[in-house]
């Protein structure tokens, strides 16, 4: 499973843009990148998904590039709502394949 | 928390008690599993399902385990020989292609007095 790397925390003020970076040097082929957001005594709930270049919903963007070593999760304007712990995941998220959740990046937002 | 349900959200156990986890999905999912996540930390695998009567271990099988008699429910027992079994207990279920992104349920927070 590829490992990945990303802040622990990070600090937003409400209105701004938030950039979350994650490394994982060694994906696979056939690997996915995902992103999820957990609230405290909550389960994760999936934000985005992608394989290459961006991937856009309406709460969030995924860049990803060429080289695929990283990708960075941008939450547009973020609220006092968006404080969660975010994780990068990288592998084949279905079929019953094991993920590896790190510790997560913590993002504070304020007033 | 997109069709999962997981019963009770709070529970609380005597030292030395088996203890059994509830978990639901009406998702029509083949893939289910069963995570465990500490104060502070990331989640961790316990065991997964990939299809009904068959399952794996995952990173920290020891002190659990589970059955998948239905493809709608992975009920997980948290024995007496789990050293350490408070902790937040997270059930997951997906499809079977490499796309299909893990839903979770709500956890349950399992308190072992």
């Known amino acids: 499973l590829a490992k990945t790397t990303q802040p622990i925390s990070m600090d937003s003020y409400e209105g701004q843009e938030v950039n979350i970076t994650c490394s994982h040097n060694n994906i696979a082929t056939n690997d996915y990148i995902t992103w999820y957001q957990q609230f405290p005594s909550q389960g994760p709930r999936f934000i985005i998904q992608?394989?290459?270049t961006k991937v856009t919903n309406e709460v969030a963007s995924l860049f990803i590039p060429a080289d695929r070593k990283s990708s960075t999760l941008s939450l547009p304007r973020v609220s006092l709502s968006d404080t969660a712990v975010y994780y990068c995941l990288v592998g084949d998220t279905g079929g019953g394949n094991k993920l590896t959740f790190g510790t997560g990046t913590q993002l504070k937002v304020e007033l | 928390d997109g069709g999962i349900t997981q019963s009770p959200k709070y529970l609380f156990r005597k030292e030395g008690q088996n203890v059994t986890l509830s978990c639901e999905q009406n998702?029509?999912?083949?893939?289910m599993y069963w995570y465990r996540q500490d104060p502070g930390q990331g989640l961790r695998l316990i065991y997964y399902s990939q299809i009904v009567n068959d399952f794996q271990k995952g990173d920290i099988a020891e002190g659990y385990s589970v059955s998948r008699e239905k493809k709608e429910s992975f009920p997980l027992t948290v024995t007496s020989a789990q050293k350490n079994p408070t902790a937040f207990y997270l059930c997951a279920s997906s499809g079977t292609s490499g796309a299909d992104t893990q839903y979770f349920g709500p956890g349950t927070r399992l308190t072992v007095l």
């Open positions: 998702l029509n999912h083949d893939a």
């Open positions: 992608g394989y290459k």
